[in-house]
């Protein structure tokens, strides 16, 4: 599956602006859109002008479904509804490993991570081609865990500290771990 479509021109710029990519969502980053979205039609015969407002349809799994959309709906009862933003119209499309995705969703964002179980529900749907932002925020929240892990080990490995310190601040993560991490590099 590709990224979400759709681009806009900001400000008659010649720029345009995309959504935000899978790894930009996993990171929490949105766009700010303008207000309206209007299209202009002239007829040339008749002089006459029509606006109208342009929207951007996608289908796309649960795996792609934005966040900003997953924290308004109900993920069970999203099938066969246009779920907006703004512009931007999503249709789910119904999978066999929806729940696992669900489950992982919800996973992630408690406070106390099971590594096991979400490493294992990682795994599961990497394996069959699902890579959307749930997984890759997935994958930097076992990266977190085992970064932890590793500091608390007796044994410290100051080569794998320094690879996922480096890998999760690339990717602009900050929290206790991390400083704890860079204390210890120093």
């Known amino acids: 599956m590709t990224e979400i479509q759709g681009k806009f021109k900001v400000h008659n710029d010649k720029k345009y602006i ?7 969502l996993s990171q929490g980053w949105e766009v700010y859109k303008p207000k309206k979205k209007f299209v202009r039609k002239i007829n040339k015969e008749t002089k006459q002008v029509k606006y109208f407002k342009q929207y951007f349809y996608n289908e796309v799994t649960l795996d792609r479904l934005p ?5 308004r709906v109900n993920p069970y009862s999203v ?3 246009i779920l907006n933003d703004d512009f931007y119209k999503f249709t789910v499309k119904k999978t066999d490993d929806d729940l696992d995705i669900i489950m992982l969703h919800r996973m992630i964002h408690k406070q106390n991570l099971d590594e096991e179980n979400i490493k294992k529900l990682y795994n599961s749907l990497t394996e069959k081609g699902y890579n959307g932002w749930v997984l890759i925020k997935a994958k930097d929240s076992i990266d977190l865990i085992m970064l932890d892990n590793l500091m608390s080990e007796d044994t410290l490995d100051k080569k794998q500290i320094k690879k996922l310190y480096k890998s999760l601040t690339k990717k602009g993560y900050c929290n206790y771990i991390l400083n704890k991490a860079e204390q210890y590099l120093e």
Do not use: M
Request: net charge positive.
């Open 18 to 24: 995309n959504y935000p990519t899978q790894v930009e």
């Open 79 to 81: 099938y066969g509804r």
């Open 67 to 71: 966040p900003k959309i997953w924290n």
